[in-house]
């Protein structure tokens, strides 16, 4: 197929404009891997791309889109051959390098991860960033030593696509979950995924104290800002917070208070670049502990010609779970 539809961010005098167009794969770029993307997902940093909101295109023209699975048409990568079902997330694709609102795309064969065994195309990226995220975030904290026994775990940005998937993944793994929401209307939504209680955001998201009660052991704040200060000011002694999002904000107004009094630990997650024995890692866990009852609940389905829609009410924190784009 020598054109083919795709999405496409140009240049404009004022910002940008995002056009639904027919593309060449002449203009594709570098890669040794071409492959037929059959899925991609919205994610924040998507909707970011689409709106011109952040400067997140660092390229003109820009195909958006940072996840997509699909089946390898052709490949010069010696791990992959014509045929084989893959995924990718990350590496700058929908920002610097030409991206999934396409039905072709063309990367480095390095970026890709084999689908598991068991996952659908679908399901992948019913998962995407947000949900590989969530899982980098619970490795983190396992490999930090927290265990269910601990305590609560606190999830940020419940509602959202990280934060759904995590409320998911830690009551799968026995953790007693507390999800901070916004929208207090998506109550039986959470709990539906495994949250044992609901936490009004209001109560996280204006400045607090430098330490405040011990209320959580562990958290995944996909939220950042003065919630996430919160965060650290109520985490028990010893505990830790995985810090993965920025949706209030990149600023931290904290103190060294819940360090070196209590010993709480920061650690950050970055899913763009991640190692790929790490990025394998994390995708075999989630084709195995991932409740797939969960994953339905919380994902919709729009097709490729409609994803732009989304781009604003994903900012705005409107789209509840997870959404698949279903490329033709």
């Known amino acids: 197929m020598d054109r083919f539809k795709a999405w496409v961010v140009e240049k404009t005098e004022t910002g940008q404009a995002l056009t639904f167009r027919d593309f060449d794969a002449a203009d594709l770029m570098d890669g040794d891997v071409t492959v037929r993307v ?39 990568h010696p791990d992959y051959t014509s045929g084989d079902a ?64 601990d305590g609560p775990a606190l999830v940020t940005g419940a509602s959202g696509g990280v934060g759904s998937v995590a409320v998911a993944l830690l009551a799968r793994a026995g953790w007693h979950v507390i999800a901070s929401t916004g929208r207090t209307d998506e109550a039986d939504y959470l709990r539906g995924l495994g949250a044992a209680e609901i936490l009004d955001r209001t109560e996280l998201s204006a400045p607090g104290k430098p330490l405040a009660k011990e209320r959580w052991a562990v958290a995944i704040d996909a939220v950042g800002s003065v919630t996430l200060a919160n965060v650290l000011a109520g985490t028990k002694s010893d505990g830790a917070v995985a810090a993965c999002g920025l949706a209030q904000g990149m600023d931290l107004p904290t103190s060294v208070a819940p360090f070196i009094l209590r010993g709480v630990s920061l650690l950050g997650i970055n899913s763009v670049t991640t190692p790929l ?45 997870r959404t698949v784009v279903t490329v033709p």
Request: glycine share 12%; no cysteine; hydrophobic share 45%.
């Open 38 to 76: 059959t899925h991609s997902t919205v994610n924040y940093k998507d909707g970011l791309a689409m709106t011109g909101r952040s400067p997140v295109v660092r390229r003109f023209p820009m195909i958006p889109g940072i996840d997509f699975s699909g089946i390898v048409e052709t490949s010069s």
């Open 86 to 149: 893959v995924i990718l997330t990350g590496w700058g694709v929908g920002e610097s390098h030409l991206g999934a609102y396409a039905e072709r795309a063309r990367v480095k064969g390095d970026w890709l991860v084999p689908l598991p065994g068991g996952l659908g195309a679908n399901e992948a990226m019913a998962i995407g960033t947000a949900g590989y995220t969530a899982m980098l975030s619970l490795m983190v904290l396992e490999h930090h030593g927290a265990r269910p026994g």
């Open 277 to 321: 024995p790490k990025r394998r890692e994390a995708w075999t866990r989630l084709a195995r502990d991932l409740d797939r009852a969960a994953l339905a609940a919380m994902t919709t389905t729009v097709p490729l010609a409609e994803v732009d829609r989304l781009a604003e009410r994903i900012l705005a924190g409107a789209v509840r779970g």
